[in-house]
């Protein structure tokens, strides 16, 4: 009997584990990590002064790279037109082939273990390397938001803000694992955020919406837990630069990392225990409906040969200019040869262009200012960090001011970008420890723009083909970075070394490396990226008065409808008749 028992007990718990497993919580969980391990881009700052070192770059070829970067990570595109037609498993093993190619190369160029790589061919490492993170953001971004659609901005704060505190995160890591060596972080980089996509690539899928009347008091205790999260880093941040750490000490915050990151498993498992003891507890009540006229075969045939119709003319060229209203499904083609989506690209080449540039050139920056090695690497774990905070920021505070007071989400996107212009004026006129203050509001705005962005195009066009709108809606960044930083701040910055080299009687040939010390080498690049900023948020601003009639209006009806629909159609699905109780 004991044995009987035990074993129906053990089965129990293992058809409990696979609910899990297979939840709409547990995927949310598997998101956090995919996307922890996802953000290796803004990692640049600290092993890009190692790429230079070892290849011999100058900061023009540096910042070609970066572009190419910034290009990879952005132009996602062929992500999104992939998970149109294959399931989600296939977009995530496709992005974590490709983390692990790319980066594994570039370890092993900087590390000599293969001949120096042409510029090209490096720029191609990276591009790969980088663009595997829009597979990641495809596979359980979009994923969630569909799964989700009700509570957007609160899920797409939280995931763009896990991406914004992988920075440091992974330094974390690599501080345990391999210690202070830049050369290794390359090859954390490369096989960590492909084993995570690996190890979870079958629990994120697109489920059935179902909206839970505590769905915004569970996320809220994601966002706990990952503030804590964020604090933690912080402090490690500073306490690592204040006290030399030993390698036992790294392991020990490495492994406080780790145990806060799986904190929202635990969450995830007590949602799960709900929906799954509301699943086995037997009714108390059973409702008994008359049955449902059965609809006729021609009826289901004529209904579906006009959607079939509908479908087929919606997809094609013929309707591209009659668009539908704001907020109903455009076709690709529809959504980007309209007005709206032309204002985003232009204000997002604007802000986002300028954004990359400073995070990609805050080393240099630091080092130009005279700046020690170990307080350069805190301004990047600061704008990491305070980029998370901007994350989540804009995803809670824009659905709170959304829904409760029918603020626009693109005068939030103004705002930010306003904000972003101060931190490039504190760079541009330095003072004393205003590098500090200008990483926390670079990393913040930046952090900002991206949910915003997401969430913006979600709602203007609708959730149809968001996996491939939403990649293109950031093409527009790396454009901009390309335009900033290469042409712009890169040229610049060795311009003013070149004379600097003039002054002490040297030529560019006797140096191997063009470095440029004072604070005239930046000064003149964030003039022009904070008026660049300010006209990015002038044209932002421009999308606020297309749009402020339709945020007025409830954009989340319809997803509200159809889960009534649906509840509606099981309830109908029963053939009873009257109401009895079973007890």
């Known amino acids: 009997m004991g044995a009987s028992s035990g074993s129906a007990v053990g089965t129990e718990w293992f058809r409990f584990a696979v609910h899990v497993l297979h939840g709409r919580w547990f995927s949310v969980f598997a998101s956090f990590l995919i996307m922890a391990g996802a953000g290796a881009t803004y990692l640049f700052g600290i092993y890009s002064k190692q790429i230079k070192s070892s290849l011999g770059y100058d900061q023009s070829t540096l910042n070609l790279l970066s572009f190419f970067k910034d290009l990879g990570a952005n132009v996602g595109v062929l992500s999104g037109l992939i998970a149109e037609v294959t399931p989600t498993w296939f977009v995530l093993l496709i992005g974590s082939a490709m983390n692990f190619a790319g980066y594994f190369m570039i370890w092993l160029a900087v590390t000599g273990k293969i001949a120096k790589p042409r510029v090209w061919q490096m720029c191609v490492y990276i591009c790969i390397g980088a663009n595997s993170q829009n597979f990641a953001n495809t596979g359980a971004l979009v994923t969630c938001v569909k799964n989700f659609p009700e509570s957007r901005g609160v899920m797409l704060g939280l995931l763009k803000g896990f991406v914004g505190l992988s920075g440091a995160i992974m330094t974390q890591l690599y501080l345990a694992i391999y210690g202070n060596d830049s050369t290794s972080l390359i090859l954390l980089i490369a096989w960590l955020p492909a084993a995570l996509s690996v190890v979870f690539v079958y629990t994120i899928r697109t489920m ?43 392991a020990g915050s490495a492994t406080v990392v780790c145990v806060l990151l799986f904190l929202p498993l635990l969450i995830a498992m007590r949602e799960e225990l709900v929906i799954w003891n509301q699943k086995i507890q037997p009714p108390t009540e059973l409702t008994i409906e008359k049955p449902q006229p059965i609809q006729s075969k021609q009826e289901e045939t004529e209904q579906a040969e006009k959607a079939a119709k509908s479908s087929t003319t919606t997809a094609c060229f013929a309707n591209i200019c009659d668009k539908p209203a704001r907020g109903e499904d455009y076709t690709i083609l529809q959504a980007l040869l309209s007005a709206d989506m032309l204002i985003l690209f232009v204000a997002t080449l604007c802000g986002l262009g ?230």
């Open 208 to 250: 059935k919406v179902v909206r839970q009347p505590n769905e915004l008091r569970v996320f809220y205790h994601f966002l706990y837990v990952s503030i804590l999260l964020a604090l933690f880093l912080m402090a490690m941040n500073i306490a690592q630069k204040q006290v030399p750490f030993s390698h036992a000490a790294y």
């Open 354 to 583: 300028s954004s990359l540039t400073a995070v990609d050139n805050l080393g240099q920056i630091g080092e130009s200012l005279g700046y020690p090695t170990r307080t350069v690497s805190s301004f990047v774990s600061l704008l990491s960090i305070w980029n998370y905070f901007g994350r989540v920021f804009s995803g809670f505070v824009s659905e709170i001011l959304l829904v409760k007071y029918k603020v626009p989400r693109p005068l939030i996107m103004t705002l930010i970008l306003l904000l972003s212009c101060i931190g490039y004026l504190l760079i541009a006129f330095p003072a004393p420890g205003s590098v500090y203050v200008a990483s926390v509001i670079i990393g913040f705005s930046f952090g900002a723009q991206l949910p915003l962005l997401f969430a913006i195009i979600s709602e203007l066009f609708g959730l149809k083909y968001y996996s491939t709108l939403f990649n293109c809606g950031q093409i527009a960044s790396p454009l901009g970075s390309y335009i900033l930083n290469v042409r712009v701040t890169g040229m610049l910055y060795d311009r003013q070394a070149l004379k600097e080299l003039a002054k002490k009687g040297m030529s560019r040939s006797s140096v191997k490396e063009l470095t440029c010390i004072g604070t005239q080498c930046y000064r003149l690049p964030f003039i022009i990226l904070a008026s660049v900023t300010f006209f990015g948020a002038l044209v932002s601003y421009v999308l606020v008065m297309r749009t402020r009639e339709f945020y007025k209006g409830d954009i989340y009806k319809k997803f509200r409808d159809n889960v009534d629909a649906d509840q509606k159609d099981v309830a109908l699905s029963n053939p009873v008749t009257e109401k009895r109780s079973t007890g």
